[in-house]
């Protein structure tokens, strides 16, 4: 019987670990997929993690994308929250206590935790912007589309390092190749980063960093993930040519636009703290505070 994973060769075990890691999102969830058929321990597991610099998930954080996915649904359908809920399916885990505290929190301007979200450019243009379409598992009943356009993005622990919020969205989303191979230059990263933008999505504040990506990585076929495939350039003078945000995972159009305003404002030499912007989720629920 031909072995799962790799024998022999300890290099070669290890980055099986990271890529199932990286692919599953969780320790606890490669156990489970492979039925605790793996020889190691979880505290091992933990220290290769931690060898290969590999920047830990940020909690579970399914519910949580659950509920802002739902949130969309009543927004774009116009449905009321108890009328929706009752249509999910048994798989749908979020509460409807849950979903009504979030929605207060949209309503009374709260935020709870934490994201990062990277405007990435190549070499020769601040106007294009790398996305891709987020094939994590689709969840179509509350608002999900399969295949949505995204930025990297994702949720960050409070009280982090921006840097390893920074690190965890390239290991997770752009360059999970380069994570496995432990070829991911840290350069990238910007020394002491600044967000130019806070974006709310419901109940998450994200911080939008700007990274420009030198030559050699700026090509296409440099970027791999289990979360974003099929990724391009977006060209910011055809983006307002996309008429439909649903095209767009939760915050993706906002984030976009509030990045042509930060080019804007950086090309009249205007001094300004960063950027704060609102989803449409947010917009909408806040409104009708009003």
């Known amino acids: 019987m031909t072995a799962k994973f790799p024998v022999n060769n300890e290099i070669e075990f290890n980055k099986f670990l990271v890529r199932e890691y990286l692919k599953l999102g969780s320790v606890d969830e490669v156990f489970r997929y ?3 058929d793996i020889p190691i321990s979880y505290a091992q597991y933990q220290r290769i993690l931690d060898k290969w610099g590999i920047i830990k ?15 969309a649904k009543m927004v774009h359908e ?11 399916p048994p798989s749908f885990i979020t509460s409807a206590v849950t979903l009504y505290r979030v929605l207060s929190y949209i309503k009374e301007g709260v935020t709870r935790r934490l994201g990062t979200g990277l ?21 179509s009943y509350y608002g999900k589309p399969f295949s949505s356009i995204s930025i990297p993005m994702g949720f960050s622990k409070i009280n982090e390092k921006r840097e390893d919020g920074i690190l965890r969205i390239l290991q997770q989303e752009v360059f999970t190749e380069l994570a496995i191979d432990r070829n991911l230059p840290l350069s990238l990263i910007p020394t002491r980063p600044k967000p130019f933008m806070y974006l709310d999505i419901a109940d998450v504040r994200v911080e939008v960093f ?18 974003l495939q099929d990724y391009e350039f977006l060209d910011l003078e055809k983006f307002g040519l996309v008429k439909d945000k649903k095209e767009f995972r939760a915050g993706v159009y906002e984030a976009l636009t509030g990045y042509e305003k930060y080019l804007e404002l950086k090309r009249k030499n205007v001094a300004f703290n960063p950027l704060q912007v609102k989803s449409e989720i947010n917009y909408h629920f806040a409104q009708e505070v009003e």
């Open 34 to 36: 492979h039925h605790l």
């Open 57 to 71: 998930a940020a909690g579970p954080n399914s519910k949580l994308s659950e509920v802002v996915n739902f949130l």
């Open 78 to 88: 116009d449905i009321p929250l108890d009328k929706l809920y009752k249509k999910m």
């Open 119 to 139: 405007i990435i450019t190549p070499f020769n243009s601040q106007k294009m912007v790398l996305t891709g379409r987020d094939v994590s598992t689709p969840r």
């Open 210 to 227: 700007q990274i420009k990506l030198p030559q050699k990585l700026s090509k296409l076929d440099n970027f791999q993930s289990y979360k």
